[in-house]
C-alpha cells in the first residue's frame, strides 16, 4: 500500500497570508490527524478528522482550520499567517475502526516557513 | 491532561553500543507508540505497545501500563540509528495522542 502522502513538501508565505495544506491518508484508513512540530514546543496535537468528522481538537486559534472529505483525504488551513506559525506539519493516518486499536502512520511533512 | 515525560534528552554513544530509552506517562494510556523521527523530519513507527513487550531486529520494546512507563532498547547500535526518538500516548475516545519531548540520540562511528 502507498503511504501517506502530505502536498506540498515545502511552503514559503509571508505574514498575512492564508496556506492550504493537503494530506492523502492510506487507502482504506478512514482517520486522519495533524500535528504541528516546532523547536520550542515540540509535537502538538491539532485534529482529528474521521469520517468528514471533527472528532477532536487541540489548543489552537480559531485561525488554524481543517477538513476532511468523503474519500479520507483531508486539508487544513491556516489563515492570517503569523512568523510562529513557521513549522514542520505532519498528517497522521490511521484505521479508525471502531474498538481496534489507534495505529498512527505518519507522512513525510509539510515544512512551512513565514517570512 | 497527560503529561509525557523521555528520558535521557540527549544521548551519545559509540557504534556498536547499547542504550536504554525511558518514556514515562502521567496517567492510565491505551495506545502507545515509539517512533524514530530522521532528519528529514519523516517519523518512522517503530513500535505499537500499549502492553507488554515486542522485538524487532536490534529493537525491543517493554511497556508496563499498570506503572506507567516504556523502554525502547537499542543493541549494537549503528550511525543509521541517529535521530530523535519519540514516545506518544493516547487514551482511549480522545481521538489524539501526546508526544513525548524526544530522546535525540547520535550514534558516532
Known amino acids: 500500500?502507498?503511504?501517506?502522502?502530505?502536498?506540498?513538501?515545502?511552503?514559503?508565505?509571508t505574514r498575512g497570508q492564508q496556506v492550504t495544506l493537503?494530506?492523502?491518508?492510506?487507502?482504506?484508513?478512514?482517520?486522519?490527524?495533524?500535528?504541528?512540530?516546532?523547536?520550542?514546543?515540540?509535537?502538538?496535537?491539532?485534529?482529528?478528522y474521521f469520517s468528514e468528522t471533527q472528532r477532536n481538537k487541540?489548543?489552537?486559534?480559531?485561525?488554524?482550520?481543517?477538513?476532511?472529505?468523503?474519500?479520507?483525504?483531508?486539508?487544513?488551513?491556516?489563515?492570517?499567517?503569523?512568523l510562529g506559525d513557521s513549522a514542520l506539519y505532519l498528517c497522521?493516518?490511521?484505521?479508525?475502526?471502531?474498538?481496534?486499536?489507534?495505529?498512527?502512520?505518519?507522512?513525510?511533512?509539510?515544512r512551512l516557513t513565514v517570512l | 491532561g497527560i503529561q509525557v515525560e523521555q528520558s535521557p534528552p540527549d544521548l551519545i554513544l559509540q557504534e556498536g553500543a547499547n542504550s536504554t530509552l525511558r518514556c514515562n506517562f502521567s496517567d492510565s494510556?491505551?495506545?502507545?507508540?515509539w517512533f524514530h523521527q530522521n532528519p528529514w523530519g519523516q517519523l518512522i513507527n517503530l513500535f505499537y505497545?500499549?502492553?507488554?513487550t515486542k522485538q524487532n531486529g536490534r529493537l525491543s520494546a517493554t511497556t508496563v501500563a499498570t506503572e506507567r512507563y516504556s523502554l525502547l532498547y537499542i543493541s549494537s547500535s549503528q550511525t543509521t540509528d541517529s535521530g530523535v526518538y519519540?514516545?506518544?500516548?493516547?487514551?482511549?475516545?480522545?481521538?489524539?495522542?501526546?508526544?513525548?519531548t524526544g530522546t535525540r540520540l547520535k550514534v558516532l562511528a
Open chain 1, 22 to 48: 493537503s494530506c492523502s491518508p492510506i487507502s482504506g484508513h478512514r482517520s486522519v490527524s495533524w500535528y504541528q512540530q516546532t523547536p520550542g514546543q515540540g509535537l502538538q496535537f491539532l485534529f482529528e
Open chain 1, 58 to 82: 487541540g489548543n489552537f486559534p480559531g485561525r488554524f482550520s481543517g477538513r476532511q472529505f468523503s474519500n479520507s483525504r483531508s486539508e487544513m488551513n491556516v489563515s492570517t499567517l503569523e
Open chain 2, 86 to 100: 519519540f514516545c506518544a500516548v493516547e487514551r482511549s475516545g480522545t481521538y489524539k495522542y501526546i508526544f513525548g
Open chain 2, 29 to 33: 494510556v491505551n495506545n502507545l507508540q
Open chain 2, 49 to 52: 505497545i500499549p502492553s507488554g
Open chain 1, 1 to 13: 500500500k502507498a503511504g501517506v502522502t502530505q502536498t506540498p513538501r515545502y511552503l514559503i508565505k
Open chain 1, 92 to 110: 497522521a493516518s490511521s484505521p479508525g475502526l471502531a474498538g481496534g486499536p489507534t495505529v498512527q502512520f505518519f507522512g513525510p511533512g509539510t
